[in-house]
């Protein structure tokens, strides 16, 4: 007997060269790479190789549900796929690289095409936070004007990064979606 | 009268009261004595703070020290007032607390008493708290498991100073609300984002 396994969502975006696919590799059981090409435009400076396409990973989480993660290019230019792909989404990672002015930029007008879009769950994965001129997280988000929006410090070159990651954006989606229970009230 | 007499212990109710206040967007006064002998009130409308000169003379000793009295009356306010948001007021009054060794002790007995808990990550920078790093550290330790004490958090302070950041964060998140039981029955919903998201969590936890 064949069981119809339930599929859930979950996307990776940010601005380009923030390590999108490097997470995607480590949170997946199957992973398929978008093709590496040749950066050509503006940003060939930056990166030699960029994303084009998609980056797509598939988690087993048991018998009966797959996580598919989304890893959208990097480029402001593909932000139409960003609307096709939130629909039906659990939640956003939105990576950015926090030692580029140009990466925070574009990440600025990225954040507030996404949010316009969509109320859905997100959290911010601040990268390379080993490079010299590296934001501070309040900076950053001052920067990117995320508000309330969680910042979390994330090298995802390290699977254990990458893992806090993805359980960070599972707990504000738990957050979000279930009212505080207020037992806690103790006999202080 | 003869015999011995024991100490009470030092009593934090105002720490819940606070918590359940701005949780529940409550309008009145809370009035409490401390065990110093100062007596206090901080107006609140719908979980917001109507005075903020007031409460910003009020929470450095509200959060200071143990309480001997602590009472909440609902009181009804004209519309002339503006009321602020309490994170601002509460963040830097907790900022520049400086607790001796037993208060710092006392809270600590008291935080161990709660039962596995999750944390709500905001940027508390935006709400001028100076160590967003140690919350991160409760939040990131928190995500990790599923049955989170905050005892394990203390006890994994180094020195007495880690504590006290520690304790003073837990103070923070506990009043504003950032810090909630885990509920057994919670998140049992396969089909709801929230139950889904816990599978994926216990998932992503074991790889």
């Known amino acids: ?42 940003l060939a400076q930056y990166k030699s190789m960029t994303t084009v396409g998609l980056d797509f990973g598939i988690l087993h989480v048991d018998d009966e549900l797959d996580v598919h993660l989304f890893g959208t290019p990097g480029q402001s230019r593909f932000n139409f ?9 659990l939640g956003t990672i939105f990576l950015i690289d926090s030692s580029s002015q140009r990466a925070i930029d574009e990440g600025k007008a990225m954040y507030k095409y996404y949010r316009e879009l969509s109320e859905m769950p997100i959290i911010i994965g601040a990268t390379k936070r080993d490079l010299p001129g590296a934001k501070e997280l ?6 990117l004007e995320t508000g309330d929006t969680p910042i979390i410090p994330c090298d995802p070159r390290k699977k254990e990064d990458s893992k ?25 | 009268m003869s015999g011995t007499t024991t100490q009470p212990q030092p ?29 206090g009130e901080i107006t609140i409308s719908m979980g917001n703070i109507i005075d903020e000169v007031q409460a910003s003379k009020e929470f450095p000793i509200f959060f200071s020290e143990a309480v001997q009295r602590c009472d909440w009356q609902k ?15 509460i963040s830097r009054a907790i900022n520049d607390i400086q607790w001796n060794y037993e208060t710092i002790m006392s809270l600590k007995q008291l935080f161990f008493k709660l039962p596995p808990v999750r944390i709500r990550m905001i ?3 935006r709400y001028e708290y100076n160590d967003g790093l140690t919350y991160l550290m409760l939040y990131q330790q928190s995500v990790k498991t599923d049955h989170f004490l905050l005892k394990d958090f203390l006890n994994d302070a180094a020195d007495s100073e880690m504590l006290k950041r520690r304790v ?25 984002n929230a139950g889904i998201a816990a599978r994926i969590l216990r998932r992503i936890r074991g790889m």
């Open chain 2, 75 to 89: 009181k009804l306010f004209g519309n002339s007032h503006d009321s602020i948001n309490p994170t601002v007021s």
């Open chain 1, 81 to 89: 796929m960003w609307k096709i792909l939130s629909k039906g989404a």
């Open chain 2, 11 to 39: 009593n934090f109710q105002q720490l819940s009261l606070l918590r359940k206040i701005l949780a529940q967007k409550s309008t009145g006064a809370l009035s409490y004595m401390s065990q110093s002998g100062h007596r």
């Open chain 1, 138 to 143: 309040d900076e950053l988000g001052r920067e």
């Open chain 1, 164 to 188: 806090l990651l993805v359980l960070s954006l599972l707990q504000e989606i738990i957050s979000q979606s279930t009212k505080p229970e207020d037992e806690l009230l103790l006999d202080f």
């Open chain 1, 1 to 42: 007997m064949t069981i119809k396994k339930n599929i859930a969502k979950i996307l990776i975006t940010g601005p380009f060269n923030a390590g999108k696919t490097t997470l995607i590799k480590f949170v997946s059981d199957e992973q398929t790479s978008g093709k590496d090409v040749q950066a050509t435009d503006a």
């Open chain 2, 123 to 125: 940027p508390l920078h």
């Open chain 2, 168 to 192: 003073k964060v837990l103070v923070l998140g506990y009043c504003l609300g950032l810090i909630s039981a885990v509920s057994p029955q919670a998140n049992n919903d396969k089909n709801t």
